[in-house]
């Protein structure tokens, strides 16, 4: 069927500079650009979760050219920082990583404006931000529970560069050589 939108996405996500963005555009943009993470990361000082650190993570990501699309997130939550994805990238990041800022901003907003494509992992997303508020990753039921869920995230972990396997046996390890005052490497 032919109709009057172009065959490619290049200006799909085009906007106005300076419009105040509407909730259901932020969701479908969201839907398509976004992205709700949890990484682990090694830590050395993260005793109380065995050694890794679980940082979640809100991304909006889109072509630097429309960088001020993303610098609306910033009104429109309240929070967060664009910044390039990486040195020579020409895609830029909306981010937003603090933990009180995902409760107070970035959670209500899509509990009261629901996604479409990434609810699933909008609802895991936002149960392992709560579970970390609650501080339950300090112990090793709540990290391994968490672990998973997180794991289970955005077609099941499937770029993560660590098994869970690893990060589940490296939890128990880590706490074990803690225990003995022995530093990971």
């Known amino acids: 069927m032919v109709g009057d939108n172009p065959s490619s996405g290049d200006n799909q996500q085009e906007t106005t500079s300076g419009t105040r963005l ?13 992205c709700f993470s949890v990484s682990l990361h090694r830590n050395v000082l993260a005793a109380r979760s ?8 809100f991304h909006v990501y889109q072509h630097v050219r429309y960088r001020d699309v993303l610098e609306e997130f910033i009104n429109v939550f309240g929070c967060g ?11 830029a990041t909306y981010a937003v990583d603090s933990l009180r800022d995902l409760e107070a901003a970035v959670l209500p907003f899509f509990e009261r404006h629901p996604l479409v494509v990434k609810d ?3 609802r895991i997303f936002a ?18 529970r968490l ?11 499937k770029q993560r560069s660590r098994p869970l396997d690893e990060v589940l046996v490296g939890s128990s ?13």
Do not use: C
């Open 22 to 34: 509407e909730p259901r555009w932020n969701v479908g943009f969201e839907d398509g650009e976004g």
């Open 50 to 57: 065995h050694g890794w650190q679980l940082h979640p993570v």
């Open 81 to 91: 920082k664009v910044r390039p994805k990486g040195p020579n990238s020409n895609v």
């Open 120 to 122: 699933r992992d909008f």
């Open 127 to 144: 149960g392992i931000v709560r579970s970390m508020i609650r501080k339950e990753h300090f112990d090793s039921e709540g990290f391994n």
């Open 147 to 157: 672990v998973r869920l997180a794991y289970s995230m955005n077609e099941y972990g």
């Open 173 to 185: 390890e880590t706490a074990r050589q803690a225990s003995l005052g022995v530093v990971p490497e």
